[in-house]
């Protein structure tokens, strides 16, 4: 499903072409984009608003207020809400009230209303198509920066032979998820994210943890998905759900179970960012039964977990980049830079418990970027959504570098 989770209108005007915008719609719906109809009157000429709206499983969207009870459609939401406005069929008509800004439906309206790219499939006859004010309207919408997709030659519905047919729906729907893919900076890149806490036993109902929510973690994987990445999430317990389809996830409780699951996914990685807040120890032995309340004191034996970036840093090979997450509560650079020579990591994301609105458990954070490089990259206090675009950003400048 290469259109999971788009928002995308479309537009449907009174062309014979209009029969075809039921298989681009169900195209896209396939995909898995999100669709709202909106047609002109004529539209609903050549096709039934009924079969559209069975197909996106919403209402399709025509006048200011629909007939049966009143409810405005308002142009403005639809046009924020939308990532991509696609126009097929696009009509002489249609296309001249968009480039001379004759808002008079409800289609037109919320063409401009919109944001987001608009693209336009044409659809006439050869005459009306070679017609210097279609041309002209054209020229006049790639002025504004709304990409047409040719029509291509063909045999016509009038019977006539020549440009004017609108490209078949596969092709639109190509069209539409070439264009989300090209504004995708990690296509076809695999990284390994660890997030959360582990759970360390100490018997069968006690363990060692921190309060790490995992939320910075999650976000950089929603991120990494959203830019075409392929993401192999390891996260400790923790009660965060994700869907995207390029995300696979793997749930463990431990250091070592993280370390074995890392170990085994990275050789086939471009890139590791290590989020999780792992153990450093844990009980050199686990009891098998509850421990009992004994003595006024009592103490229990750690020993060290693996260092699972530092082994990662080993394995690391040319191709590969590797990323650290460091929270510090004092001499903050220094030590987050000393974590990153140690661990042999490319960069490292400091975030300092000093720092308000930063660490665990927000949804804000307040990052410092430190590269092996000694360059360091401040950033404002964010949402962790924004934080996590901040770090895949500079995640694909250095993997352009390799
Ligand atoms: N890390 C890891 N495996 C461990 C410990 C840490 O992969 N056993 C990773 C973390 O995910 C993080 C980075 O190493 O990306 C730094 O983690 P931190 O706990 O700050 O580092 P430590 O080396 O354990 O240093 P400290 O003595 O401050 O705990």
Same mark, same amino acid.
């Given at each position: 499903?290469? =259109?999971?989770?788009?928002? &995308?209108? =479309?537009?449907?005007? #009174?062309?014979?072409?209009?029969?075809?915008?039921?298989?681009?719609?169900?195209?896209?719906?396939?995909?898995?984009?999100?669709?709202?109809?909106?047609?002109?009157?004529?539209?609903?000429?050549?096709?039934?608003?009924?079969?559209?709206?069975?197909?996106?499983?919403?209402?399709?969207?025509?006048?200011?207020?629909?007939?049966?009870?009143?409810?405005?459609?308002?142009?403005?939401?639809?046009?924020?809400?939308?990532?991509?406005?696609? &126009?097929?069929?696009?009509?002489?008509?249609?296309?001249?009230?968009?480039?001379?800004?004759?808002?008079?439906?409800?289609?037109?309206?919320?063409?401009?209303?919109?944001?987001?790219?608009?693209?336009?499939?044409?659809?006439?006859?050869?005459?009306?198509?070679?017609?210097?004010?279609?041309?002209? +309207?054209?020229?006049?919408?790639?002025?504004?920066? +709304?990409?047409?997709?040719?029509?291509?030659? #063909?045999?016509?519905?009038?019977?006539?032979?020549?440009?004017?047919?609108?490209?078949?729906?596969?092709?639109?729907?190509?069209?539409?998820?070439?264009?989300?893919?090209?504004?995708?900076?990690?296509?076809?890149?695999?990284?390994?994210?660890?997030?959360?806490?582990?759970?360390?036993? &100490?018997?069968?109902?006690?363990? &060692?943890?921190?309060?790490?929510?995992?939320?910075?973690?999650?976000?950089?994987?929603?991120?990494?998905?959203?830019?075409?990445?392929?993401?192999?999430?390891?996260? #400790?317990?923790?009660?965060?759900? =994700?869907?995207?389809?390029?995300?696979?996830?793997?749930?463990?409780?431990?250091?070592?179970?993280?370390?074995?699951?890392?170990?085994?996914?990275?050789?086939?990685?471009?890139?590791?960012?290590?989020?999780?807040?792992?153990?450093?120890?844990?009980?050199?032995?686990?009891?098998?039964?509850?421990?009992?309340?004994?003595?006024?004191?009592?103490?229990?034996?750690?020993?060290?977990?693996?260092?699972?970036?530092?082994?990662?840093?080993?394995?690391?090979?040319?191709?590969?980049?590797?990323?650290?997450?460091?929270?510090?509560?004092?001499?903050?650079?220094?030590?987050?830079?000393?974590?990153?020579?140690?661990?042999?990591?490319?960069?490292?994301?400091?975030?300092?418990?000093?720092?308000?609105?930063?660490?665990?458990?927000?949804?804000?954070?307040?990052?410092?970027?430190?590269?092996?490089?000694?360059?360091?990259?401040?950033?404002?206090?964010?949402?962790?959504?924004?934080?996590?675009?901040?770090?895949?950003?500079?995640?694909?400048?250095?993997?352009?570098?390799?």
């Amino acid at each position: 499903m290469r =259109l999971e989770g788009k928002h &995308i209108i =479309l537009g449907i005007t #009174g062309s014979i072409a209009a029969y075809k915008a039921a298989y681009l719609l169900r195209g896209l719906v396939k995909e898995g984009a999100e669709v709202q109809v909106v047609m002109t009157p004529a539209a609903k000429e050549f096709i039934t608003p009924v079969t559209m709206s069975a197909l996106s499983g919403k209402p399709v969207a025509s006048e200011f207020f629909a007939a049966n009870d009143g409810t405005w459609h308002s142009h403005v939401d639809m046009g924020q809400w939308a990532d991509l406005m696609l &126009i097929a069929p696009v009509t002489a008509a249609t296309l001249g009230k968009m480039a001379h800004g004759i808002a008079d439906n409800l289609l037109v309206t919320t063409y401009m209303s919109t944001k987001c790219p608009v693209f336009v499939a044409p659809a006439m006859d050869l005459d009306m198509f070679r017609h210097p004010s279609t041309l002209k +309207n054209l020229d006049i919408l790639r002025s504004f920066g +709304n990409v047409i997709l040719e029509p291509a030659e #063909g045999e016509l519905a009038s019977g006539l032979h020549g440009k004017g047919r609108m490209q078949e729906p596969e092709q639109l729907v190509e069209e539409v998820v070439n264009f989300f893919n090209s504004k995708k900076k990690l296509l076809n890149k695999k990284v390994l994210v660890t997030a959360g806490p582990t759970y360390e036993k &100490i018997d069968p109902v006690r363990f &060692i943890g921190n309060y790490s929510s995992g939320k910075m973690g999650f976000a950089l994987v929603e991120e990494l998905a959203e830019q075409g990445a392929q993401v192999v999430l390891v996260a #400790g317990p923790v009660s965060l759900q =994700l869907t995207h389809p390029n995300i696979q996830r793997i749930d463990v409780q431990s250091a070592s179970e993280m370390y074995e699951v890392c170990l085994h996914h990275f050789p086939e990685m471009d890139a590791a960012i290590m989020c999780a807040a792992v153990a450093d120890y844990r009980p050199k032995q686990t009891a098998a039964q509850k421990m009992k309340r004994q003595t006024n004191e009592m103490s229990i034996n750690l020993e060290a977990t693996a260092d699972i970036a530092a082994s990662l840093g080993k394995l690391k090979t040319g191709r590969q980049l590797l990323v650290g997450f460091a929270l510090e509560t004092n001499d903050e650079e220094q030590n987050a830079l000393g974590k990153l020579q140690k661990k042999n990591l490319d960069f490292i994301v400091l975030n300092s418990l000093q720092d308000q609105g930063a660490g665990f458990g927000v949804d804000t954070n307040k990052i410092t970027i430190l590269s092996k490089d000694n360059n360091a990259q401040v950033f404002e206090l964010k949402h962790k959504t924004e934080v996590a675009a901040d770090i895949v950003e500079k995640l694909t400048q250095e993997l352009a570098k390799l």
